[in-house]
C-alpha cells in the first residue's frame, strides 16, 4: 500500500534542533506506553488501547488535511486514510474487528450474518446478507449490489487506481471484460461470483486463497447499486450504504457528511456513528494544518502521517497529552535495481547495505519516535511471521553505525575496491525522502561509492521509477521508496515488491527487478496453506530469502507522531490499517 502527503516545506534550522533534542529526551523515557512517567497524563494513550470510552452520540466531528483522496469511490480508492474514512459510508460482508491494535486483525460480519461457510476444497465461500440493511434512500442492499460492485474493479480502463486481488483472485486469466462491457441484460455476467437469491452471494475460487476474506474486507468489496453508478464519475458522491451520507463535496477543499436515516444500528455491530456529522476542510500548507489542530479547530488529520517538524516541536514540549506514536506498518527503504550496473553484482549491493548509516537514516526520518525503528529486514512488524530480530547485516550493531570493513571487502568482491559512481532516485515532494537520501550519500562517500542524487516529480512515479525502462536509461542504482501491507499477510505486504510476476512495464513496484524462482514457488504455497498460522511461516523464510539477495537497504519500521484533539472519544489505533485511529468509531465530547 502506497502512502501520501503533501509536500512539506523545509523548516528552519533552528527548529530542526530543538526538535531533534526533544525527541531524544523522550526516547530515553521509554515509548511513554504506559502514558505516565516521562511522556506524561495522556501521551500514547490510545496507541493500540482504547482511550475516553462512550457512547455519547452527537456533536460535529472535524476533521483536517493537505491531501485529498485518491479517490472516494470505493473500488478505485488506494490511500490508507480513504479505507478508514470510507467506513462511513460504505459496508462490506466482512469487515475489521473495531478494536485497538493487533484485536482489529480479527476479520467480523458486516452486512453477511457471519464469516463465510468455505467448502472443503477451500474454493467456495458463501455468504448469507443480514435482514434489513438498506441504501441510503431506504432500498434493501441485495447480493447482486455486492456482486455489481465488486465487478467494478474490472473495469480498469474507466476506474483504475484501487486494488485489484479480487480480479486476480477469482478471475486469473482475465476472462471477464468488467460490467460496462458485459454483454448480459443484468450486467452480472461474472461466472466467479453467485447470486441464488437477493439473499445470497457465493465466491468460487479456482484455486485456494487462505486471504481470500481479507481481500473481501476491503473497501473495493462493498455494494454499488447499479442505477446509482456514474462511472469514473462515482468517487464524487458515493450513494450510502453506512451510517452517514454524502450532503457536499468539493475536490480539495470541502466535505460533509451527515446522518443517513435508512442505516439501523441493529444491523450494524462494527460502527458507532456517534457524531451528528463529520466534516473534512483540506489546505495546502502542513505546517498551518498542524496550527490548526493544536489551537483545538480541528480533531484528526485525516491523512494519518504525522505531525510536521514544527508541529511536532510544539507538541512534545507543550501537549505531550494529545499524542499517539504508533508504528505505521511501512518500512521505509532503499531498493537496487538489478538491471542496473554494478548492482547487477550482489557483492556491490552489499557493499551499499554495509556502507550505509543506519543511525543517521532513521535521524533522517525523524529520530526513534517520529521515524521509528532501525529496520533489520522486509518484513513488518505487523506481519504474521515478522521478526524483527532478524537482522542479517547487523544494522542495529553498534548504535547502527556503518560496518566500513564489510563494506571494503565487498567492494573487493564486486571487482570496485576504490568504489564505483550510482544514482539516487528520490521524490522531489517528500521532504523526509529527501534527506534520507542525502544521509546515504554522505556515508557512501566514505566507502568510496559516490552517488548523485535525481529528485524526480513525485507525482511522476509510476512512470519514472515504475518504468524499468526508464529506471536502466536513467541509471537510477538506488531507489528510495516504501510499502505498507494492503492487508496483515506477506500477500498483503510483500509479494507486489518480490514475486516476479508483479515486474510490470508501468506502475512497477518490483523495483530490483527480482526473479527467484524459489521465492515465487514458496508465495504459490503460503496462497494455498490450510491456515494464516502455516502461511505465515512461510512468509518468514521468504523474507530470509529475499534478505538473501541484498536487493533492500531498510531504513525504520516507520512510526509516526499523531495529533487527537482533547473532545475525541472512542480513540484507538489499529494494525489492521497501519495506524491509524479507526474514525468510525470516533466521537466528540
Known amino acids: 500500500m502506497t502512502t501520501q502527503r503533501s509536500s512539506r516545506r523545509k523548516q528552519a534550522a533552528a527548529a530542526a534542533v530543538v526538535v531533534a533534542a526533544l525527541l531524544s529526551t523522550a526516547a530515553c523515557g521509554g515509548n ?12 500514547n494513550k490510545a496507541s493500540a488501547k482504547l482511550l475516553n470510552p462512550s457512547d455519547k452520540k452527537g456533536g460535529t466531528l472535524k476533521y483536517i488535511g493537505t491531501q485529498d483522496a485518491d479517490s472516494w469511490d470505493p473500488q478505485r480508492g488506494y490511500y490508507g486514510f480513504m479505507w478508514d474514512f470510507a467506513r462511513y459510508y460504505t459496508r462490506t460482508l466482512i469487515t475489521a474487528k473495531p478494536a485497538p491494535g493487533k484485536e482489529s486483525e480479527e476479520l467480523v460480519p458486516d452486512l453477511a450474518k457471519s464469516n463465510a461457510k468455505i467448502s472443503d476444497d477451500k474454493k467456495t ?21 455486492i456482486k455489481y460492485g465488486i465487478e467494478r474493479i474490472w473495469a480498469q480502463d474507466v476506474i483504475s487506481g484501487g486494488p485489484v486481488y479480487l480480479k486476480d483472485v477469482l478471475d486469473p486469466d482475465g476472462k471477464y471484460k468488467g460490467p460496462y462491457k458485459d454483454k448480459a441484460e443484468d450486467k452480472l455476467g461474472l461466472d466467479a461470483i453467485e447470486t441464488p437469491d437477493n439473499k445470497t452471494i457465493v465466491f468460487k475460487l479456482p484455486k485456494p486463497n487462505v486471504d481470500f476474506e481479507q481481500m473481501l474486507a476491503m473497501p473495493s468489496g462493498a455494494p454499488v447499486r ?10 464524487l458522491k458515493p450513494f450510502s450504504a453506512g451510517p452517514y451520507k454524502w450532503q457536499a463535496y468539493t475536490p480539495n477543499k470541502s466535505m460533509t457528511l451527515v446522518r443517513n436515516p435508512h442505516w439501523e444500528r441493529s444491523t450494524d455491530e462494527v460502527r458507532k456513528a456517534l457524531p451528528d456529522k463529520i466534516t473534512l476542510r483540506l489546505i495546502t500548507n502542513a505546517d498551518e494544518m498542524d496550527n490548526r489542530l493544536i489551537n483545538g479547530d480541528y480533531d484528526v488529520d485525516i491523512n494519518g502521517t504525522g505531525l510536521s517538524a514544527a508541529g511536532r516541536a510544539k507538541a512534545i514540549k507543550d501537549h505531550r497529552g494529545n499524542i499517539d506514536n504508533p508504528s505505521t506498518g511501512y518500512i521505509r527503504y532503499a531498493v537496487f535495481p538489478q538491471t542496473v550496473k554494478p548492482f547487477d553484482n550482489i557483492h556491490c549491493r552489499k557493499a551499499v547495505i554495509y556502507g550505509a548509516d543506519k543511525k543517521s537514516l532513521q535521524t533522517a526520518r525523524g529520530g526513534p519516535l517520529a521515524g521509528g525503528d532501525i529496520g533489520t529486514n522486509m518484513l513488518p512488524k505487523t506481519v504474521p511471521g515478522s521478526d524483527p530480530s532478524y537482522d542479517p547485516y547487523g544494522a542495529t550493531k553498534n548504535d547502527g ?13 564486486c571487482g570496485k575496491p576504490d568504489g564505483f559512481k550510482t544514482t539516487i532516485a528520490v521524490r522531489n515532494n517528500k521532504d523526509v525522502e529527501v534527506k534520507s537520501a542525502e544521509s546515504l550519500q554522505a556515508s557512501l562517500k566514505k566507502v568510496g561509492i559516490e552517488a548523485e542524487l535525481d529528485q524526480y516529480d513525485g507525482a511522476q512515479t509510476t512512470g519514472i521509477i515504475g518504468n524499468p525502462d526508464v529506471v536502466k536509461k536513467k541509471n537510477y542504482g538506488i531507489i528510495i521508496m516504501g510499502w505498507g501491507p494492503d492487508f496483515a499477510s506477506g500477500q498483503g505486504y510483500m509479494m507486489p515488491l518480490v514475486h516476479s510476476k508483479y515486474i510490470l512495464p508501468n506502475g512497477n513496484n518490483n523495483y530490483s527487478e527480482l526473479k527467484d524462482p524459489e521465492i515465487d514457488k514458496m508465495f504459490s504455497e503460503a496462497i494455498a496453506a490450510e491456515t494464516p498460522e502455516e ?6 523464510e521468504i523474507n530470509k530469502k529475499v534478505s538473501e539477495h541484498a536487493v533492500y537497504l531498510p531504513f525504520v519500521f516507520e512510526k509516526n507522531i499523531k495529533w487527537r484533539s ?16 479507526d474514525y468510525a468509531s470516533l466521537g466528540v465530547k
Request: no cysteine; charged share 35%; net charge negative.
Open 32 to 43: 511513554g506506553g504506559d502514558g505516565d512517567g516521562e511522556g506524561g497524563p495522556g501521551y
Open 125 to 145: 465461500y458463501t455468504y448469507e446478507l443480514k435482514d434489513d440493511i438498506k441504501w441510503e434512500d431506504g432500498k434493501p442492499i441485495t447480493s447482486k449490489d
Open 226 to 235: 447499479q442505477d446509482k453508478d456514474t462511472k469514473g464519475k462515482y468517487g
Open 401 to 413: 553505525k556503518p560496518n566500513t570493513e564489510k563494506a571494503k571487502e565487498e567492494l573487493k568482491k
Open 535 to 540: 502461511a505465515a511461516g512461510i512468509y518468514s
Open 566 to 581: 482533547s473532545r475525541l472519544t472512542n480513540v484507538y489505533t489499529t494494525t489492521n490499517n497501519n495506524g491509524f485511529y
